[in-house]
């Protein structure tokens, strides 16, 4: 038996010597490799392996890459148990928004990809449970609410989102789509009456209708929180 095992005993291939007329190097891989790594350090992913995997298959595919616009600096008013940033969410928002009603598989993959904890994304969906889809205009609004703590800190981050204004730009987005996320989430809150959310939206809408063009940026909608808050006090 050990005869027969040493005559089937596979053979070492011999070294074979290459030089550079023998390897073909694609012209585009250097820039595929370069915009790779730009990509890597703007997003600085946890998981460097997973989300270059998911990174490539969107290439290949032709589909919104997982890429961060810039690197994110730790900002002091932002939760820092979600594991979520706001640039992140944006990503998400950039992948998934043109549906409309995403499949949840989906949205655990492109969630995966990006390293975020499974966890958290089953929390975020529990604030408002679905069953194997979910609107996503609703969910990025839940995304802002896990990030922001607050009603109007989530407001503000999904005008960050959402703008098409410059970065320090004012991040103004149309009044349509804030009013719809701001009743979504104040549906939501417990403490929060629907006649409260009329009222507010009710004086925004007044104030940005006609000198705004239809668009509310951050400052519209604190200047008119600040405005409720004196009333109250009188």
């Not at 298959?57 to 939760?79: C, F, H, I, N, Y």
Request: aromatic fraction near 8%; charged fraction near 25%.
């Amino acid at each position: 038996m050990l005869g027969l095992l040493n005559s089937r005993r596979i053979m070492p291939l011999p070294d074979t010597m290459f030089c550079s007329q023998q390897i073909h190097i694609p012209p585009e891989l250097p820039d595929i490799l370069k915009q790779f790594t730009k990509a890597a350090i703007r997003t600085q992913p946890t998981d460097v392996l997973q989300w270059s995997a998911g990174y490539f298959s969107a290439l290949s595919r032709g589909d919104p890459l997982p890429v961060k616009e810039r690197v994110e600096m730790p900002v002091a008013t932002q939760r820092t148990d979600t594991g979520l940033t706001r640039g992140l969410l944006k990503i998400l928002h950039k992948q998934l928004a043109y549906k409309k009603i995403v499949d949840l598989r989906e949205l655990q993959q492109k969630w995966k990809t990006l390293c975020l904890p499974m966890e958290k994304l089953k929390f975020i969906l529990k604030m408002d449970p679905v069953e194997d889809k979910v609107e996503w205009m609703k969910f990025l609004a839940l995304g802002c609410s896990a990030l922001g703590g607050t009603l109007h800190s989530a407001m503000k981050q999904a005008c960050e989102i959402l703008t098409e204004d410059p970065e320090g730009g004012p991040a103004r987005i149309p009044f349509e789509t804030f009013s719809f996320i701001f009743t979504y989430l104040s549906g939501l809150d417990p403490d929060r009456t629907e006649k409260e959310t009329i009222l507010f939206l009710k004086n925004l809408e007044e104030t940005v209708a006609d000198r705004k063009e239809g668009m509310i940026g951050v400052s519209d909608f604190f200047i008119e929180d600040k405005k409720k808050l004196q009333y109250l006090a009188i």
